[in-house]
T-cell receptor
Framework: AQSVTQPDIHITVSEGASLELRCNYS??????LFWYVQSPGQGLQLLLK??????LVQGIKGFEAEFKRSQSSFNLRKPSVHWSDAAEYFC????????????FGKGTTLSVSS | DGGITQSPKYLFRKEGQNVTLSCEQN?????MYWYRQDPGQGLRLIYY???????QKGDIAEGYSVSREKKESFPLTVTSAQKNPTAFYLC?????????????FGQGTRLTVV
């Protein structure tokens, strides 16, 4: 079955430090890939997505992600974290089949220390 | 402004009661989804609908029911058969069904059984 794994449940990063959140997927082909962010008690906002082409994709709020086919990974990065980046981050995959819904990982909570 | 509106934001239910969560979108999207979010569990799919008058069960449909009588509306009923309904419920929509379209999310409804 298709699945998404986010190995880190909780990460704490100092303000100004770099960030990398990990995401691995299990699927027979290259899926469509997404990263979403959720502030407490809110809905999800799309940060970026990968469908094909350049494996390094840029998103909003200074985030980027790199797709690595050999590792079945789609890790999210940011060079310098701001306190406002503290939130929960979800990786999701979309399948090729029509009539399917996104499959989400369990999320990584990011805390930012001063 | 276009978007997805979920109401109410907070909902309290007595054990044994059915409750209905509202989800309305004015994005003219064909597909709509309901996800349940529990701490540490990520988002789990309850039901989704590709077109009006058609919907499919997701991974955790037991104890829930939906209808899709209008394109813009996809209400979710939490029935008394749902043994542990306390959770955060997220509604989403996408232009079409399938994995290659971004899902847009509402702000969520927090349901608590009292």
């Amino acid at each position: 079955a298709q699945s998404v794994t986010q190995p880190d449940i909780h990460i704490t990063v100092s303000e100004g430090a770099s960030l990398e959140l990990r995401c691995n997927y299990s699927y027979g082909a290259t899926p469509y890939l997404f990263w979403y962010v959720q502030s407490p008690g809110q809905g999800l906002q799309l940060l970026l997505k990968y469908f094909s082409g350049d494996t390094l994709v840029q998103g909003i709020k200074g985030f980027e992600a790199e797709f690595k086919r050999s590792q079945s990974s789609f890790n999210l990065r940011k060079p310098s974290v701001h306190w406002s980046d503290a939130a929960e981050y979800f990786c999701a995959v979309g399948l090729y089949q029509a009539g399917t819904a996104l499959i989400f990982g369990k999320g990584t909570t990011l805390s930012v220390s001063s | 402004d276009g978007g997805i509106t979920q109401s109410p934001k907070y909902l309290f239910r007595k054990e044994g009661q059915n409750v209905t969560l509202s989800c309305e979108q004015n994005l003219n999207h064909d597909a709509m989804y309901w996800y349940r979010q529990d701490p540490g569990q990520g988002l789990r799919l309850i039901y989704y609908s590709q077109i009006v008058n058609d919907f499919q069960k997701g991974d955790i449909a037991e104890g829930y029911s939906v209808s899709r009588e209008k394109k813009e509306s996809f209400p979710l009923t939490v029935t008394s058969a749902q043994k542990n309904p306390t959770a955060f419920y997220l509604c989403a929509s996408s232009p079409t069904g399938g994995g290659n379209t971004e899902a847009f999310f509402g702000q969520g409804t927090r349901l608590t059984v009292v």
